[in-house]
T-cell receptor
């Protein structure tokens, strides 16, 4: 079956531009995570959705970062007024949800370069 | 605060030899522990997890990991390494009843033929 997909795969933005990154999770997956992965580092948690509810946004680095999942399926991560330090790979992952937690299924990521 | 440490940036092992990739963690409450692997130009893939029960868990591609509560460790092992195991390995922890998953910085495994 189809895995997690993300678009675009690559995005170049000029400093100050707004960007929107899309994630299509596996159908039926309740949980959706966003991560930021800098070069040579592990993924860093940004935010978590359970269906359409954003239950944890403690990892969002600033108020320029905003995520939504309005219908409990597709999610969008928006970054306003991009800065060079936002350059990274943004990963989306989904899982069936529930307790105990299932493993996460990751998308290929969107590589954002801010010039 | 939750944290994960992977003390080795890189592990080198000869094909056919056993391998160990180390991971220690800090979390409040019961930990849920995971190993993921990242091959070049491919996304993160799940290898195995510890939720509860037996301390030795077995996963994909012949990998296993041992949960040690007293040492707060979850080392990844394989009895006989393959060249195709060469990749970047990440340990991750989720705990304290929360949703946040913390990843280590990763360990690059090189298996030499």
């Amino acid at each position: 079956g189809a895995g997690v997909s993300q678009s675009p795969r690559y995005k170049v933005a000029k400093r100050g531009q707004d960007v929107a990154l899309r994630c299509d999770p596996i159908s039926g997956h309740v949980s959706l995570f966003w991560y930021q992965q800098a070069l040579g580092q592990g993924p860093e948690f940004l935010t978590y959705f359970q269906n359409e509810a954003q239950l944890d946004k403690s990892g969002l680095p600033s108020d320029r970062f905003f995520a939504e999942r309005p219908e409990g399926s597709v999610s969008t991560l928006k970054i306003q007024r991009t800065q060079q330090e936002d350059s990274a790979v943004y990963l989306c992952a989904s899982s069936p949800g529930g307790t105990p937690p299932h493993e996460q299924y990751f998308g290929p990521g969107t590589r954002l370069t801010v010039t | 605060a939750q944290s994960v440490a992977q003390p080795e940036d890189q592990v080198n092992v000869a094909e056919g030899n056993p391998l160990t990739v180390k991971c220690t963690y800090s979390v409040s409450g019961n930990p849920y522990l995971f190993w993921y692997v990242q091959y070049p130009n491919r996304g993160l893939q799940f290898l195995l997890k510890y939720i509860t029960g037996d301390n030795l868990v077995k996963g994909s591609y012949g990998f296993e990991a041992e949960f040690n509560k007293s040492q707060t460790s979850f080392h990844l092992k394989k009895p006989s390494a393959l060249v195709s195991d060469s990749a970047l390995y990440f340990c991750a922890v989720r705990g304290g009843g929360g949703f946040k998953t913390i990843f280590g910085a990763g360990t690059r495994l090189f298996v030499k033929a």
